[in-house]
């Protein structure tokens, strides 16, 4: 299984999935509804893309996506996310 955990990397599952396939950016653009500039942003990990977009482009390359929880209270992961720290 592979994971992610930026919009890079997101980014990147997408074209590899999509190079994979054989799938132009024009191909794929067409099928998701959007221009093949948002492709190119999509690709490069750009934020901003839009979620349902971004999901409909990843079922176009093969990929469904699955929600994992993190084992945590909550706590720990949010300070991490904010860079904070205790120390």
């Keep these: 299984m592979e994971q992610f955990d930026s919009a890079e990397s997101f ?3 997408i074209r590899e999935n999509r190079r994979r396939l054989g ?3 024009e191909d794929l653009a067409r ?3 959007k221009s093949r500039r948002w492709i190119i ?3 490069a ?3 901003g893309v839009g979620l349902g977009a971004a999901l409909a482009a990843a079922r ?3 990929l469904r996506l699955n929600a994992r929880s993190i084992p945590d209270d ?3 992961l949010l300070a991490l996310v904010l860079g904070e720290s205790d120390g």
Aim: proline residues 0%; glycine residues 24%.
């Design 31 to 33: 099928a998701v509804g």
């Design 23 to 25: 799938i132009t950016q």
């Design 45 to 47: 990990g750009q934020e």
């Design 11 to 13: 980014g990147e599952l």
């Design 74 to 76: 909550g706590r720990d």
């Design 41 to 43: 942003e999509l690709e």
């Design 60 to 62: 176009a390359v093969g």
